[in-house]
């Protein structure tokens, strides 16, 4: 696999988004089918990824295409463009993708979010299920409560325990069975077909004023929380593949930022800047339109993986500070690396200082990335010719 591949695989992830993990094994292909049984925690990404085999113990996957179809014990964390799941899950399944469906038999919660979201008939949590999309359709059996929020949600399977629904159009169809209360929020009239069966009483919450654009308080909270959980978590996984793919490379951006800290913040900033200004000067001469744009790709990339970085270089100056530090295995140095994202995200949340602390992350990350790239290139570079 070349550079450009493992590029726009992790470009892929981070618009499909991730999760955290501790993983014993970690493996990553352009096409990945994984037909042995693994009896540990497993860690996968590549633009498709079928897992048809036993995991004994929590399961991550990131991709383009997701498909797990077997029996896994621990937790199922997947993200992707297409998300399918079968077979049984023996705790938590947190789903996230454009099309998400499960069509297996789920122990614990489930949390999914996508543009379309589907419980699939042969579908079940032993828990409740926590779904956000523009379409949600609901027809298999929830064993606890449900909660949904989209534009358009289809209900025809059983629940268990409370319905709590926020959508335009909802639709109740003959086949659903609720044995709680529910409790909805729409523009439109509850759509109920005739022989549908709801156990507990049926209440309408107002909507706000300002209509579906703004959700209910309880409702935006909920959506916020997956919201910002599933980006922290599509962070991770960009650095995680960035820490796999490029271990070298990664470690000696670090060592560089550790050497040349104001050197890197600086170049940081400049970058930061300049590279912008200088885009749009090109963009506006037709000769400079394709430079200009491959600028633009430059950038994009630099600032994705000057974030992830600053985050390594935070890793490596933590491990310093520790009387004996020793290079840590990859899940080690895996589960430090997220939960520095995470600290730092919790830091982020405080008004203007937490705004400076992640440029600063950001800039010395972004200069360290340049500085090594620049190393790189010169290491490699041809040596003059005297007698040219």
Same mark, same amino acid.
């Given at each position: 696999?070349?550079?450009l591949?493992?590029i726009?695989?992790?470009i892929?992830?981070?618009?499909?988004?991730a999760?955290?993990?501790?993983?014993?094994n970690v493996?990553?292909?352009?096409?990945?089918?994984?037909?042995n049984?693994?009896?540990?925690?497993?860690?996968?990404?590549?633009?498709?990824?079928?897992?048809?085999t036993?995991?004994?113990?929590?399961?991550?996957?990131?991709g383009?295409?997701?498909?797990?179809s077997? !029996? =896994?014990? &621990?937790d199922?964390? *997947? %993200?992707?463009?297409?998300?399918? +799941?079968r #077979?049984f899950v023996g705790d /938590?399944a947190?789903?996230?993708?454009?099309n998400?469906?499960?069509?297996?038999?789920?122990?614990?919660?489930?949390v999914?979010a996508?543009?379309?979201?589907?419980?699939?008939?042969?579908?079940?949590?032993?828990?409740?299920a926590?779904?956000?999309g523009?379409?949600?359709k609901?027809?298999? !059996? =929830?064993? &606890?409560?449900?909660? *949904? %929020?989209g534009?358009?949600i289809? +209900?025809? #399977?059983?629940?268990?325990? /409370?319905?709590?629904?926020t959508a335009?159009?909802?639709?109740?169809l003959?086949?659903?069975?609720?044995?709680?209360?529910?409790?909805?929020?729409?523009e439109?009239?509850?759509?109920?077909?005739?022989?549908?069966?709801?156990?507990?009483?049926?209440e309408?919450?107002e909507?706000?004023?300002m209509?579906?654009d703004r959700?209910?308080?309880?409702?935006?909270?909920?959506?916020? +929380?997956?919201?910002?959980?599933?980006?922290?978590?599509g962070?991770f996984?960009?650095?995680?593949?960035?820490?796999?793919?490029?271990?070298v490379?990664?470690?000696?951006?670090a060592?560089?930022?550790?050497?040349?800290?104001?050197?890197?913040?600086g170049?940081g900033?400049a970058?930061?800047?300049?590279?912008?200004?200088v885009?749009?000067?090109l963009?506006?001469?037709?000769?400079?339109?394709?430079?200009?744009?491959? +600028?633009?790709?430059f950038y994009?990339?630099?600032?994705?993986?000057?974030?992830?970085?600053?985050?390594r270089?935070?890793?490596?100056?933590?491990?310093?500070?520790?009387?004996?530090?020793?290079?840590?295995?990859?899940?080690?140095?895996?589960v430090?690396?997220?939960?520095?994202?995470?600290?730092?995200?919790?830091?982020q949340?405080?008004?203007?200082?937490?705004?400076?602390?992640?440029?600063?992350?950001?800039?010395?990350?972004?200069?360290?990335?340049?500085?090594?790239?620049l190393?790189?290139?010169?290491?490699?570079?041809?040596?003059p010719?005297?007698?040219?």
């Amino acid at each position: 696999m070349d550079n450009l591949q493992r590029i726009v695989l992790l470009i892929a992830l981070f618009t499909g988004l991730a999760l955290p993990v501790n993983a014993a094994n970690v493996e990553y292909k352009k096409h990945l089918v994984v037909t042995n049984p693994v009896n540990d925690d497993l860690y996968l990404a590549g633009q498709t990824v079928e897992v048809a085999t036993e995991i004994q113990g929590d399961l991550v996957v990131a991709g383009h295409t997701v498909s797990i179809s077997e !029996h =896994v014990s &621990g937790d199922i964390i *997947a %993200a992707g463009e297409t998300v399918t +799941l079968r #077979g049984f899950v023996g705790d /938590d399944a947190r789903l996230a993708g454009r099309n998400v469906t499960l069509s297996a038999r789920t122990a614990g919660h489930l949390v999914a979010a996508g543009d379309h979201v589907i419980l699939a008939t042969d579908g079940t949590t032993g828990s409740s299920a926590w779904l956000a999309g523009r379409i949600i359709k609901v027809l298999g !059996h =929830v064993g &606890g409560e449900l909660k *949904a %929020a989209g534009q358009e949600i289809i +209900l025809s #399977g059983t629940i268990e325990g /409370d319905v709590d629904l926020t959508a335009k159009a909802i639709h109740i169809l003959d086949t659903a069975r609720i044995h709680g209360r529910l409790k909805y929020r729409s523009e439109t009239s509850l759509d109920i077909a005739e022989n549908a069966q709801i156990m507990g009483a049926i209440e309408r919450l107002e909507m706000p004023e300002m209509g579906m654009d703004r959700p209910d308080k309880t409702t935006g909270i909920l959506v916020g +929380l997956i919201s910002a959980g599933l980006f922290i978590l599509g962070l991770f996984i960009i650095g995680a593949v960035y820490l796999l793919i490029f271990p070298v490379f990664s470690a000696n951006a670090a060592e560089l930022a550790r050497q040349k800290v104001w050197a890197s913040v600086g170049l940081g900033f400049a970058l930061l800047v300049c590279v912008p200004v200088v885009a749009v000067i090109l963009m506006v001469t037709v000769i400079g339109l394709l430079p200009a744009v491959v +600028l633009f790709v430059f950038y994009a990339l630099v600032l994705l993986f000057g974030y992830m970085a600053g985050l390594r270089w935070l890793c490596e100056l933590i491990a310093s500070r520790k009387p004996a530090a020793q290079p840590g295995s990859r899940a080690r140095l895996l589960v430090t690396f997220f939960l520095v994202l995470l600290t730092t995200s919790l830091i982020q949340l405080v008004p203007l200082l937490g705004w400076l602390v992640g440029l600063f992350i950001w800039l010395i990350g972004i200069g360290s990335l340049v500085l090594s790239l620049l190393g790189r290139y010169r290491a490699h570079a041809p040596l003059p010719n005297p007698g040219a």
